[in-house]
């Protein structure tokens, strides 16, 4: 894991981007090296982009539900 200020990204940014990839949380976890769900979840913070794509991802998958139902 890169330490903040060695040129490389910091953990909560690898954190991050592993789950934003679709990393499976238990891998992430592992990675991150929080051994509880706890730990992990006081620095997986989300924000506003985090949200508005949750809300994308809903509507298209809701989207293609009401496709399917109407076919």
Do not use: C, W
Request: net charge positive; proline share 3%.
């Amino acid at each position: 894991m890169a330490e903040q200020g060695s040129g490389g990204a910091s953990a909560p940014t690898i954190r991050r981007s592993l789950i934003r990839a679709g990393v499976p949380r238990g891998v992430a976890m592992q990675i991150a090296g929080h051994k509880t769900e706890a730990i992990f979840e006081r620095y997986n913070i989300t924000d506003a982009a985090d949200v508005r794509d949750v809300l994308v991802k809903a509507g298209t998958y809701s989207q293609a539900m009401q496709r399917k139902a109407e076919a």
